[in-house]
Each structure stands twice: as C-alpha cells, then as structure tokens.
C-alpha cells in the first residue's frame, strides 16, 4: 500500500517540465471583456479635456522623460562614476572589478566578451546547464545572450524530459564604481522543445566585488511567454584569478505554475 501510495505522488512531482510546457502552449482565451465593449457618448467638458491636454499630459510626459533621464540612464553632469572605464577584465587591477575610475589611469577603448557556463543540479531527478555570453562593445552597455536546458527524468517511465530557453537582451550599467554595479536589462525571451513561443523579457543584476578576488552576483529577471511567467533568481560567489573565475551559488526558477531551485556550480572567461 505504501507503495501504491508513493508511486503517483513521486511520478506526479517528476513531471513538472511537462507540466510548464503544457501550460506555454496552452491557447489563451480571449477576455470576455475585450468582446463586450461599453460605448459612452462623447460628452467630455471643455474644462475636462484642458485638465487633460494642458495639466495631466504633460506631467506624464516630464515624469517619464525623468524616469528615464535620470533613473534608467543617469546624470551625467553630476554622476562622475558614469564616466569609468570598463577594465579587461574584473580585477584587473586589485582596487577594481569591473569598472575603474577614469581618473586612475588613461581613458582607453575597452572590447570585452565574457563567457560563463555552469552546472545546474537538484535533489531527486532533475540538472540543466546555463551558458551566457555578453559582448561589451563599451563601457556602459552591453549584449547579452543566454542559453537554459533543463532536464527530468521520470523514474516510472524511464523518458527523461527537457526543456531548452534562451534569451536575447540589451543591458545597461546604471552604477559603475570601482566596487559595485547595478544595471537593467530589457530583451526577448525564446521556449524551445515543442513551445516554440517568445515573450518580452526585463531584468536586474548587481555585483559587489570585495578587496580578496571574491565577487558576489545578483540577478533576476522576469519573461512573458503566451501569457505565463518564467522568471528567474541568481545568486552567485565567485572567486576571480587573472581572467577567469570559478563560481558556487543557487538559482530558483519559476517556469509557468512550476517552480525549480538548483544549487549551482560552473566558470567564467574574460577575454
């Protein structure tokens, strides 16, 4: 009886991967509200349409111009980190990961790739694996692309799933210090493996870098896929030797209804 017992419940929780990958194919049904449209006669007052046109228009407009000018991008007149160089790799020099004050040194043109892969494994029946690559053609953005295969494999039936994502996005470094940087990204995500479905996708990252070669990344970024959330959470330590690194952390990940959480092991090169 106990095994009777276990047997669908195990079976059930090793079918999450087919689980997300139902649920991004599934066909959204169109809202109800969007077929049955209210039409209200056309009697705005002129006091009404000046509040719009000349008060609450362009405070929308001047909030998002500031929203964007100085949140998104930065002040560059009154932000001096804004204009550190990009070194060739972190810690390049011992007092700098990624970025040194462009007093320090003579400004130079930096072209830099950066390519990480790690080990992504969980308890029971489930590993993947997660390449990245950013090209930085200067200093305060840029490409970055990534690849995620995940796999389960079904002890009831002996099939091993997978599920293959990538993404494609732009980043910018909003914070550039010698210590720290914070920075957004906004692109294209991709679901292979039978969903063969995109979706916008936004994100954050952040890393400290301490005095003893040792850095610690943040990461988390957010995607739309026919309607459905993939998400993503990185947390990483990685220890940096001329211009590669070896990195431990843990990742959570929610694909769907379903949810994954991955201890994480890998390396990167700069170069």
């Not at 056309?42 to 008060?55: A, N, Y």
């Not at 990480?116 to 840029?142: I, W």
């Not at 914070?175 to 994100?203: A, D, P």
């Not at 843990?250 to 700069?270: C, Q």
């Amino acid at each position: 009886m106990a095994v009777l017992l276990v047997a669908p419940a195990r079976s059930l929780a090793q079918n999450k991967l087919d689980n997300s990958k139902r649920e991004l194919k599934a066909e959204s049904s169109p809202s109800s509200s969007m077929s049955s449209r209210s039409s209200s006669p056309d009697d705005d007052s002129d006091s009404g349409s000046f509040f719009v046109e000349e008060i609450l228009w362009p405070a929308i407009e001047y909030t998002v111009w500031a929203v964007g000018k100085y949140g998104l991008i930065g002040d560059y007149n009154n932000e001096d980190h804004l204009y550190n160089g990009l070194t060739r790799y972190p810690y390049e020099y011992d007092e700098a990961g990624n970025y040194l004050r462009a007093v320090d040194t003579v400004r130079r043109y930096v072209f830099r790739i950066d390519v990480s892969d790690k080990y992504l494994h969980t308890t029971g029946f489930m590993y993947g694996n997660q390449l990245d690559v950013k090209v930085r053609p200067h200093e305060a953005f840029y490409l970055k692309m990534g690849y995620r295969h995940l796999f389960e494999k079904n002890q009831a039936t002996g099939k091993t799933n997978d599920l293959a994502i990538t993404d494609f996005s732009f980043a910018y470094d909003r914070v550039r210090t010698e210590r720290f940087n914070l920075g957004w990204s906004i692109g294209y995500t991709h679901v292979f493996s039978g969903v063969n479905k995109g979706g916008i996708n936004l994100g954050l990252s952040a890393e400290y870098f301490m005095r003893r070669r040792i850095s610690f990344l943040g990461a988390a970024q957010w995607a739309w896929v026919n309607s459905q959330p993939i998400r993503n959470l990185e947390l990483e330590t990685r220890w940096h030797r001329k211009n590669f690194f070896i990195g431990a952390g843990y990742e959570n990940i929610k694909i769907a209804s379903s949810k994954f959480n991955f201890m994480t092991l890998g390396g990167g090169l700069s170069f």
